[in-house]
Nanobody, 127 residues
Framework: QVQLVESGGGLVQSGGSLRLSCAVS????????MGWFRQPPGKEREFVVA????????LYADSVKGRFTISRDNAKNTLYLQMNSLKLEDAAVYYC????????????????????WGQGTQVTVSS
């Protein structure tokens, strides 16, 4: 099992920044990739970014490219999502997710292919 706990959400003005954290614990040796997803109010869950557990080039959704940055602190087993230039449409519950299959890069946008999920953290953007 892999446990994921998100934190860092909150209320921010449009144009502002937030940094989300995802603490990863448990059988992390099985993890092959990590991702961030979000679910805006009344909408479907959507892909934000994915990255190999070993690192490498992140894969971003077009809607966040250039504004959001994923990073990791290996010593702390923590994944981060730095969100800059936030827009009203970025408001959502943000989820951290982990995969354990080796073919993650073929379906990294598909939330249903992720094995473990955190509880989510709310991001609210005000005008």
């Amino acid at each position: 099992q892999v446990q994921l706990v998100e934190s860092g959400g909150g209320l921010v003005q449009s144009g502002g920044s937030l940094r989300l954290s995802c603490a990863v614990s448990g059988r992390t040796f099985r993890t092959t990739a990590m991702g961030w997803f979000r679910q805006p109010p009344g909408k479907e869950r959507e892909f934000v970014v994915a990255i190999s557990w070993q690192g490498g080039t992140p894969l971003y959704a077009d809607s966040v490219k250039g504004r959001f940055t994923i990073s990791r602190d290996n010593a702390k087993n923590t994944l981060y999502l730095q969100m800059n230039s936030l827009k009203l449409e970025d408001a959502a519950v943000y989820y951290c997710a982990a995969r354990t299959d080796p073919y993650w890069s073929l379906s990294y946008r598909q939330g249903g292919r992720y094995d473990y999920w955190g509880q989510g953290t709310q991001v609210t953007v005000s005008s």
